[in-house]
C-alpha cells in the first residue's frame, strides 16, 4: 500500500486528484469512507474532473465524467447514467488509518 493523502486532506462529500507513480488517480469522501479510483473514463478513456480536484456533481453525491456527463456511483464506480451506462471506473484498494488514506496501485 502507498500512502495517499492525510485523512483531513480529504474532507467530506469532497475529491482529490492524484499523480502517484506516473498514473492520474483520485479520491471520493461519503459518509466517512475514502474511495479511490483510477482517474480514467471508460467511455473515452479520458480524465473525469472539470477542474483540478473536481470529481463530483453539483449534489456532490456522484462522480461526474466533464466530457460528457456520465454519472458514476461513488461506492462502486458503477456509471448509472450515460453513454458507458453498465461500465464501471477502476476502483482501487484503499484503507485508512490513524496515519491516511493509503491505496494500493
Not at 479520458?46 to 470529481?55: A, I, K, N, T
Not at 456532490?60 to 462502486?76: D, K, R, Y
Request: charge should be negative.
Amino acid at each position: 500500500m502507498k500512502f495517499l493523502c492525510a485523512s483531513n486532506a480529504l474532507a467530506e462529500a469532497s475529491s482529490r486528484g492524484f499523480n502517484m507513480d506516473g498514473r492520474k488517480l483520485f479520491a471520493v469522501r461519503r459518509d466517512g469512507v475514502a474511495y479511490a479510483y483510477i482517474n480514467r473514463c471508460p467511455h473515452r478513456g479520458v480524465p473525469l474532473e472539470w477542474q483540478p480536484d473536481r470529481f463530483l456533481d453539483q449534489s456532490a453525491s456522484l462522480i461526474q465524467c466533464a466530457t460528457h456527463g456520465a454519472l458514476f456511483l461513488v461506492e462502486s464506480g458503477e456509471c448509472v447514467a450515460g453513454p458507458c451506462a453498465g461500465q464501471s471506473l477502476t476502483a482501487l484498494d484503499c484503507r485508512e488509518d490513524e496515519q491516511g488514506v493509503w491505496v494500493q496501485l
